[in-house]
Antibody
């Protein structure tokens, strides 16, 4: 059974940093691309960043380019999202999701339960 | 960026009825790259349909997808109480991948 478990969410002041983690199990982690999708309170879904199976290729939404960094440690079956220079508009539940291919294909077939990030002074 | 517009915003129906949800793209989307998700309150999205018309693993056959080009449809026949949720379409034809704003299917 595929399982994705996010951690590291919390409250942070504007301009601060936070790192999310996503522990994966139930599939061969190093053969699939992974992604982060966020959902602001009461709003829709918003793709944030993606990374290929071996981590050599990364992709970002314009809204987070230069502030967020997606990475992975295949030896630990873990996906990360380093978030710097956080803004109030980054407040959201952040989901990690498994892609259906090893490259950035965009078919998100399994999702974690989400981690809430709140940016407020 | 491809913008997806879903309609209606809210759909009020009774169990046993059929639901038709629409997703319109601002540019042509290959049918291979249009998916539908279901999201219930407090839960993560669940993949329902990929490739515009293929059901994901474990999805009942009362869910069906169709469409091509810029117009896609999710049809839910014989609504069950557990089907009342928010539905999102998403395209992965071109990056950045984009989602529609959602259709809330509520019990009438």
């Amino acid at each position: 059974e595929v399982q994705l478990v996010e951690s590291g969410g919390g409250s942070v002041q504007p301009g601060g940093s936070l790192r999310l983690s996503c522990a994966a199990s139930g599939f061969t982690f190093n053969t699939y691309a992974m992604t982060w999708v966020r959902q602001a309170p009461g709003k829709g879904l918003d793709w944030v960043a993606g990374i290929s199976d071996r981590g050599e290729s990364t992709y970002y939404a314009d809204s987070v380019q230069g502030r967020f960094t997606i990475s992975r440690d295949n030896s630990k079956n873990t996906l990360y999202l380093q978030m710097n220079t956080l803004r109030a508009e980054d407040t959201a539940v952040y989901y990690c999701a498994k892609d259906g291919r090893g490259y950035n294909f965009g078919l998100f077939d399994y999702w974690g339960q989400g981690a809430l990030v709140t940016v407020s002074s | 960026e491809i913008v997806l517009t879903q309609s209606p915003g809210i759909l009020s129906l009774s169990p046993g009825e059929s639901a038709t949800l629409s997703c319109r793209a601002s540019q042509r989307v290959s049918s291979n790259y249009l998916v539908w998700f279901q999201q219930k309150p407090g839960q993560a999205p669940r993949l329902l349909i990929y490739g515009a018309s293929s059901r994901a693993t474990g999805i009942p056959d009362r869910f069906s997808g169709s469409g091509s080009g810029t117009d896609f449809t999710l049809t839910i026949s014989r609504l069950e109480p557990e089907d009342f949720a928010v539905y999102y379409c998403q395209q992965h034809n071109a990056s950045p991948y984009s989602f529609g704003q959602g259709t809330k299917l509520e019990i009438k």
